[in-house]
């Protein structure tokens, strides 16, 4: 790895790859990190080394990584996968950590295309094992077929969720149920979206397939859940549910929870870029221009950390930020940029014709994110409860921030990424505000926890 | 609670743990791997000591910490399989050096 590059790219999902191919058809010395194996990101993950058997399996979407794999491999663009980002700033200095060294590197120009995480939602006993995010089941399917052993619960809501469901059933694994926490009234409200949706209606056709295939194949699907709550001593045993006016149960050592995805914004948002709280996708996401050029200069936002897209999308949305840096750094001309742009500028439009339909009808409900129950663990690291969140609240400290120099909450391993949109809701309830943008714990670098050894590698000169 | 699938039968290699030698695919994660070998937790929490699980495998939860050939923090879900890999539960704050 070199110490400077014109253009450095964080994360090889979809817009980081599209955007480094473009990139390198250009001349550009471009470079892609990432923090998994192989490239491909979330979505396309495993697509090199996966069988034939299991991309039947995963569907057609899948498919489409293989293309864009392949010419990321053929470009001249430098790879290195397991590297992570630990700190980004405004002089666009990014501090890595590879194979246990940290190290400083620069550039010109800084991608960051790192994509969306699991929306977080703490629920009673969501901390046993044996409950884990839906994305989750599905990264081990794509790693290595595995599949749950002995039946599944599925619960929340989200496409992802009919979409696992869906592959599971070809991969012969037993669904208990499927239980969905959107409610009852979310279809009314999207309807006015769907004409517009019509005209992006290969996602709902898809869709409407999965549901019909998962109903055929027996599985329960239950509409209008609330109050999901995980059981058991040490291990999942049982999880329950209400719904109209009842309680239910159901046996399983195995619950795979969805909410939809929300970008990742720590990076980004340690590198001081503005962020705005998005009241459709209920997420933080970057202030961007059409370009994905962020608040700081140099600095470019690409893909489903820019607000969620999907992965088409983001390939679009990635080579719009390769245009305008080849256009910046001089390598081609206004003239040239807006011809390619143009072309992906349509492409995103018409693809995202879905997105404010499927916003309206995954919408979570205002009490899933923000009234959670006293003695539920909120933030998982430092194991504090709602109720602790609120008794601070009480005592005047009604900041986010204020609350985790406090209680601890979002300063365990994982830095706040689990806790801090529900942090920030159960504030905002108990104070009877919307949300809004600064709601959210500050981020400081590190971003990810590093060891005192991998620190000191920065300094070799003082380790003598 | 999970399982690896019948239909293919890959390259696999051999990694210990908690003490127990088990064959599994090249190409999966740690994580993947203690899932099916059914050890049932990961670590337990400096807090409360109660047990934990790999939550998201992507790197973002850190619910999947281990000790991995003696070195604690390990992120089970971002590391992959090694012929001869010692994988042990982290317990707290795992042993420190
Ligand atoms: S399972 Fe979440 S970080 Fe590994």
Redesign the interface.
Known sequence: MKAHYPLLIIGAGPAGLSAAIVAAEHGLDVAVID???APGG?IYR?IE?I?P??IKQLGGDYQRGHELVAQFRASSAEYHP?T?VWSLNDRQEIGILTQDQTRIITADHVLLANGA??R?IPFKGW?L?????A??GQ??FK????????GVVMAGSGPLLLLLAWQYLH?GVKIRALLDTSPYNNLLRALPHLPRALMAHHYITRGLHYQNMIKLAGVPIIKGVSRLSAHGD??LEKISYRRHGKTHEIET??LLVHFGVVP?THLSRAAGCRHSWDNNQQCLRPQLDEWGATSQPGLFIAGDNAGIGGARTAEHAGRLAAFQVLFQQGIIDQAQRDREANKDRKWMRDDLHIRPFLEKLFRHPWGLLAKTDDDTIVC????ITAGQIRAEFQHGHEASNQVKFITRSGM???QG??CMLAVAHILANESNQPMHDDAFYKVRPPVT?L?LGQLASLYPEEQE | ?????Q??N?DTVTVTIEGSEVS??R???VA?AV??SAI???RT?P??N??????????????C?MVIDGQA?RRA??E?VREGMRIERQQGVGPTR
């Open positions: 923090d998994q194996a979330q495993a080394s069988s058997e299991r397991h992570s995480m699991e977080p901390t094992p044996g409950v884990m995010n994305g989750a990264v081990m790693q290595a077929g595995i599949i749950p052993e002995d991969a040490n291990k050592d195995l990742q998982r690291c430092e194991e365990g391993p994982c990424r689990q926890p060891t | 609670m999970f399982k690896f699938p239909e293919d890959p599994v695919p190409n999966c994660s993947a899932l099916v049932g937790h990961t929490t807090v409360s109660s047990p934990r699980a790999p939550l998201c495998m992507m790197g973002v939860c850190y619910e910490l923090n879900c971002q992959t």
